[in-house]
């Protein structure tokens, strides 16, 4: 039960690890201009997305408008666009597979062995969703960051990180915590081995006379 119990909580902590990248890469707060420095401009606040910019003003209208062409967006958008892209996708195949090697279902109950080997690579993709989710938030808010040091950009033309970027990082934590327990919990093979006791070899006629 114990085993059980773990698995099942790996699972619900990689499931809203799913939900978490999936808002992360649809919001479009991945990184919010920036009013340090002697930018005060306060009227108008500027979000950048993965899919589209938008423009809120101060009376409360949002504005959004979707990127025209792929070719003119920049690297990191469409690297990070891309991996998100691949780590939701990985993370819904690894929903479906560590399903069917949970102890708590009916698939595959009768054969032990199999079962766990099906849990184990739910959870291994899992860890490689969340791997690929962290390396493409922490590179987008790495340009953010490097951008925002930088001398020869405008002040105007600054930002900060995004809502998003925070919900993808805790995305990314909670499918890899989740996909380690589920790669934890499967026994080795030699934990489910078991050997018969050891019996005494039959006596041989006249080998107790001396």
Known sequence: MANAGLQL????????????????TAMAE???????????????AMYEGLWQSCV???TGQLQCKVYDSLL??????QGTRA???????????ALLIAAVGMKCTTCLSDNKEQKNKVALAGGVLFVIAGVCALIATSWYGENIRR?????????NARYEFGKALYVGWGASALTVIGGSMLCCNCPSKAAGKTFPPPTRAAARPGAERV
């Open 56 to 58: 809120s003003q101060s």
């Open 72 to 77: 003119q967006i920049p690297g990191e958008v």
């Open 83 to 93: 991996l998100m892209i691949l780590a939701t996708f990985l993370c819904g195949i």
């Open 9 to 24: 909580l790996g699972y619900i902590l990689a499931s809203l690890g799913l939900l978490g990248l999936i808002a992360s």
């Open 147 to 155: 951008k925002f040091f930088d001398p020869f950009t405008p002040t």
């Open 30 to 44: 991945w990184k919010i201009s920036s009013y340090a420095g002697d930018n005060i401009i306060t009227a108008q």
